[in-house]
Nanobody, 116 residues
Framework: QLQLVESGGGLVQAGGSLTLSCAASGFIGDYLAIGWFRQAPGKEREGVACISGSDGSAYYADSVKGRSTISRDNAKNTLYLQMNTLNPEDTAVYYC?????????WGQGTQVTVST
């Protein structure tokens, strides 16, 4: 069973930056997509960024495009999300996700709070 553990969240001032990490225990293997979701209070969970398993292309939600970078370190079995120019609308719990043909895995989430 693949386990995902996120870290790197915290309190940051508007305009600041954060890098979230997602450490995977176990072999990920073939996947359809790996990425990040977030859920703000009172809102549905939404996709933030992902890496396609077919060709490694990265995709971003419009809300973070141009100020975020998703990356993966295969040697460390870790997924990252660097976010710049944070604003209060980025406040949410951020979740790591691995989506395979057979299953879907989620981390427990890490809180990001952006203050004005």
């Amino acid at each position: 069973q693949l386990q995902l553990v996120e870290s790197g969240g915290g309190l940051v001032q508007a305009g600041g930056s954060l890098t979230l990490s997602c450490a995977a225990s176990g072999f990920i293997g073939d996947y359809l997509a790996i990425g990040w979701f977030r859920q703000a209070p009172g809102k549905e969970r939404e996709g933030v960024a992902c890496i396609s398993g077919s060709d490694g292309s990265a995709y971003y939600a419009d809300s973070v495009k141009g100020r975020s970078t998703i990356s993966r370190d295969n040697a460390k079995n870790t997924l990252y999300l660097q976010m710049n120019t944070l604003n209060p609308e980025d406040t949410a719990v951020y979740y790591c996700n691995v989506y395979t043909a057979a299953d879907e895995f989620w981390g427990q989430g890490t809180q990001v709070t952006v203050s004005t």
